[in-house]
């Protein structure tokens, strides 16, 4: 399928690893040119050349997110390098644990990780995204549908980002610019691997979780998710807007006894 992003421009945040690196390599392979931005260096810059070797663009940008001139340097650097933004996506965040203990501050360190900077850089981008039709896709989280607890700053912002596909997409639509959020549920990357290596032991919690997850008992992969992100980028999506779409292999949603052992499977099946 030829997905008609040949030359648009993405502006990706937290697109060095995990499911920001999936979407950046996707819109690459599609033919779009990428601004990363990104607070760590390493690996953006890595991409970078790798990348450039290859005669295609993955332009780093270095920022942390939580400052709001970060967010305006991403998007004036975006527009001075590529001369445009028709994509946006709002990626990075991190599910950082602050629970109702911690108190006002620590929950509003919290929003500046996963919420604010992604208000900030579409209202930042916003004149470059009317001339340019463009589209936005926000990454959110299950959180903010199931609770997790002892995280109350990472539901909120998820739970604020839902919202605000909504509003967002009203707002623009006069504009044509699409707007549509992703939430993953259990995604396998280095962060998950990290968290997981933590634990008494990991192998075991990981097969833990796989079982919980009906469409294969495995984690949905960071291409699976990125292959949804580039669709709703593209103008494939065109007349889809304001949607809040579960890449998640039915983890969120379906009904439990699916990933019971098999002799309870069956039971419900008269309509209890
Ligand atoms: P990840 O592997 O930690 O990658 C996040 C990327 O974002 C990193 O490159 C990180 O860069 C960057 N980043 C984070 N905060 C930043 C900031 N303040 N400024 C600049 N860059 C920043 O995480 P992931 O698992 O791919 O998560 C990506 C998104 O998916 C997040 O919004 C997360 O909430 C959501 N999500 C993931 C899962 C999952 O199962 N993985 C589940 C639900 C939701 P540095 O660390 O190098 O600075």
Redesign the pocket.
């Known amino acids: 399928m030829n997905l008609q992003l040949r030359d648009k421009v993405a502006l990706v945040?937290?697109?060095?690893?995990?499911?920001?690196l999936g979407i950046v390599r996707e819109l690459i392979a599609e033919g779009a040119k990428v601004a990363n931005?990104?607070?760590?260096e390493v690996?953006g810059r890595q991409l970078e050349r790798d990348y450039a070797a290859e005669g295609q663009d993955c332009f780093f940008i270095q920022?942390?997110?939580?400052d709001l001139s970060?967010c305006k340097n991403a998007v004036e650097q975006t527009v001075g390098k590529f001369g445009r933004i028709d994509i946006l996506i709002n990626?990075?965040?991190?599910?950082d644990g602050v629970g109702l203990e911690d108190g006002p501050e620590a929950f509003l360190l919290s929003l500046q990780?996963?919420l604010i900077?992604y208000y900030a850089l579409v209202h930042y981008a916003l004149d470059e995204l009317k001339k340019s039709q463009g589209t936005i896709i926000n990454?959110?989280?299950?959180?903010c549908e199931t609770g997790q607890g002892g995280t109350s700053g990472y539901a909120a912002s998820?739970g604020a980002i839902n919202g605000l596909t909504r509003e967002w997409a009203v707002d623009l639509a006069p504009h044509n610019i699409r707007v549509n959020t992703v939430l993953?549920?259990?995604?396998w990357?280095?962060?998950?691997e990290k968290c997981l290596a933590e634990m008494p032991d990991p192998e075991q919690a990981k097969a833990e979780i796989e079982r919980l997850i009906p469409l294969g008992q495995r984690f949905t992969t960071i291409e699976e998710l990125a292959a949804m992100v580039v669709f709703l980028a593209s103008p494939m999506s065109s007349h889809t807007t304001g949607q809040i779409i579960v890449v998640d292999g039915g983890y969120t949603h379906l009904d439990r006894k699916c990933t019971f052992p098999s002799d309870v499977q069956g039971f419900g099946g008269a309509g209890v």
């Not at 931005?37 to 760590?40: C, D």
């Open positions: 945040t937290g697109g060095s690893k995990g499911i920001g931005v990104n607070r760590s690996e920022g942390d997110l939580t970060a990626n990075a965040g991190v599910n990780r996963n900077h990454i959110g989280s299950k959180v998820k993953p549920a259990e995604t990357t280095p962060l998950y």
